[in-house]
């Protein structure tokens, strides 16, 4: 079993995350000391200093794992020694587990969290279409997630149309069995969530610094579920207008403590208890 943990999250402006405490706490829980640095590079020391220098100095000081964010996901993946299949597929790394040799492997557990959240707070719910709003870094993991989920169709827009089509064509590509994904412009997002089943905001928007929703609410059903990545606050504007029409919710608490689960498992070959990560998220 693994004596004790040295962990990181490389990334910009990063100091607020919660990672770094839901691991140290967990692996206090199975008696293995952790401890879990931010490497973030809006830090003036680290203004000169690229990924591959960050990683290579991981590696070489005895780092047992690290997360990746923003602006990293994509970049990191050429220079580890393996990727896992799904990161491979959705090009996109956030969890790197260092071997006692100084292998690195890529996973990617925004994926599998989203879909673990999904699944334990939308059990059930109908999927034969989704509109997802928004394309970027966690709209990727969110799109490949529902796509793994076996929805049907995702209809997925953002302000830059060009980022919503790439996304699609990359979910048509990696998905043989067949999610249908395509493309489109907000003139006609009022539209498709009105007839969507689900919809989920993967934008900024409902953060205290992008304030209101990304879709007009009054166009959803009650019967439409709808959900957030956004988990700073929990409670966004969206979900609290959607709750309010009787919709069922998701927030994203789940994705952020499933990818955290899933990484520390990774990392400690050892099964995390979600509620207590849960706890530690939630205790901030
Ligand atoms: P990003 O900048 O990579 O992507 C955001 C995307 O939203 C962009 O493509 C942008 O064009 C689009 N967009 C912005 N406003 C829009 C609007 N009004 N309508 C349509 N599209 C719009 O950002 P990101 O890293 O994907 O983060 C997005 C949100 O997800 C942030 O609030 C972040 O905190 C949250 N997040 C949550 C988790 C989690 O675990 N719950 C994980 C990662 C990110």
């Not at 849960?278 to 901030?284: D, I, N």
Request: hydrophobic letters at 45%; one cysteine or more; charged letters at 20%.
């Amino acid at each position: 079993m693994t004596s004790s943990l040295l962990l990181g999250l490389i990334g910009d402006g990063i100091s607020a995350s919660r990672t770094p405490r839901m691991h140290e706490n967990e692996g206090a829980a199975h008696s293995i000391p952790t401890i879990y640095r931010t490497i973030d590079i809006s830090n003036p020391r680290l203004a000169e200093v690229g990924l591959e220098e960050l990683l290579t100095g991981a590696v070489r000081l005895g780092f047992d794992g690290l997360n990746i964010t923003h602006p990293f996901k994509q970049q990191v993946i050429g220079l580890l020694d393996e990727v896992d299949p799904v990161a491979a597929r959705i090009n996109s790394v956030n969890t790197v587990v260092i071997d006692s040799t100084g292998r690195t492997t890529g996973f990617n557990t925004d994926v599998t969290g989203f879909a673990a959240g999904f699944r334990a707070g939308l059990d059930g719910a109908a999927t034969e279409a989704v509109v997802q709003i928004g394309a970027g870094g966690a709209g990727r993991a969110v799109g490949f997630a529902l796509a793994e989920l076996g929805i049907g169709e995702l209809i997925i827009a953002d302000t830059d149309v060009r980022r919503a089509e790439g996304l699609a064509a990359d979910i048509v590509e990696a998905t043989p069995v067949g999610t249908r994904a395509k493309a489109i412009g907000l003139d006609e997002l009022e539209g498709a969530a009105a007839s969507a089943q689900g919809i989920v905001n993967a934008t900024p928007v409902g953060m205290k610094a992008y304030p209101g929703t990304p879709v007009d609410t009054s166009v959803i059903g009650s019967d439409t579920w709808v959900a957030d990545v956004v988990y700073f606050p929990l409670e966004t504007q969206l979900l609290a207008e959607a709750r309010a029409k009787g919709c069922r919710t998701l927030d994203g608490s789940g994705m952020a403590v499933n990818q955290a689960i899933d990484a520390f498992e990774l990392f400690s070959g050892q099964k995390a208890d979600p509620q207590r990560m849960r706890e530690t998220f939630l205790s901030f």
